[in-house]
């Protein structure tokens, strides 16, 4: 197979920004796609801010080599436009299975026959997908964790439709762009590395909603009983609040009732978490 050259990202929210951005850092054409010229006008501005962390953050990155990367990404909110080049499309939209569907059913009629397809999906099986893609041998996960530059694991999962050149081809994609792929054997709910920190999460949620403990002491625990560096209540932040409860409303009934307390007490009031400089803690000089 040729090498990957054009890249699609859908979606430009806190993750699907920063998979453009390390896309385009290590040489390759990005098309950012999102629903509207208003939303794309914002992912501007949060792309430069990813640059600013680059220059700052990452080594070697200082010399002008961050600020070059914005030249390579090219922005449309017309589906058909953003895909009809791209040998791989990284999807990266809301964690609701419906527009994901609704999402591949479309990608299938408009996107050539070469592009593979790959979701970003935290919790959702590529099978829950792949018959939705009009090529399930060209589709698979392709999982990045929050922070890419710092954590940059990516976890390559297939289905049993899969084509394993298909496979091999997005995992050295995945070197390619300065990421660790970590290959993972059969279809797995959360992956590796959710599948680690969900349960971890989750029960944080649930101290919080029984009234047992605020999220500074949970956090404060956590972090001194296993050195860890954050707590569960700053890695809701990091990963975004909308994301956490769009997870956790579809969730049991603790889980539902931490998805109301995100609505009411945070996202309503446009608290998102450290993307807006502001969730469970506030953060003054947020990327």
Do not use: C
């Amino acid at each position: 197979m040729t090498r990957l050259t054009n890249i699609t990202v859908l979606g430009t929210g806190v993750l699907g920004a920063q998979i453009a951005y390390q896309t385009a850092y290590h040489g390759f054409a990005v098309t950012a796609f999102d629903i509207n010229a208003e939303v794309l006008e914002k992912a501007k501005s949060r792309l430069q801010g990813i640059a600013d962390v680059y220059a700052v953050e990452v080594a070697g990155a200082g010399d002008g080599k961050a600020q070059e990367a914005l030249a390579r990404i090219t922005y449309s909110d017309d589906l058909a436009a953003a895909v009809a080049d791209a040998d791989l499309v990284i999807e990266a939209i809301p964690e609701i299975l419906a527009i994901k569907r609704d999402t591949y059913t479309k990608l299938s009629t408009l996107a050539p026959a070469k592009t593979i397809f790959a979701t970003n999906s935290s919790t959702l099986l590529p099978s829950d997908l792949k018959e939705f893609t009009g090529r399930p041998d060209r589709f698979l996960a392709l999982h990045f964790a929050n922070h890419v530059w710092i954590y940059n694991t990516a976890e390559v999962m297939g289905t049993a439709d899969t084509d394993p050149a298909v496979y091999n081809t997005v995992v050295e994609f995945a070197g390619d762009i300065g990421m660790v792929p970590i290959e993972i054997k059969k279809e797995k709910a959360g992956y590796l590395l959710n599948s680690l920190l969900v349960p971890l999460l989750n029960a944080a949620s649930e101290l919080l909603v029984d009234g047992i403990a605020a999220p500074d002491a949970i956090d404060k625990t956590w972090r001194i009983g296993t050195g860890a560096p954050l707590g569960p209540f700053q890695i809701f932040d990091v990963v975004g609040l909308t994301t956490a409860y769009n997870i956790s409303s579809q969730g049991g009934p603790k889980q539902q009732a931490f998805a109301k307390l995100l609505k009411d007490d945070y996202i309503d009031k446009g608290h998102l978490g450290l993307a807006t400089g502001r969730g469970f803690y506030s953060y003054p000089s947020a990327p």
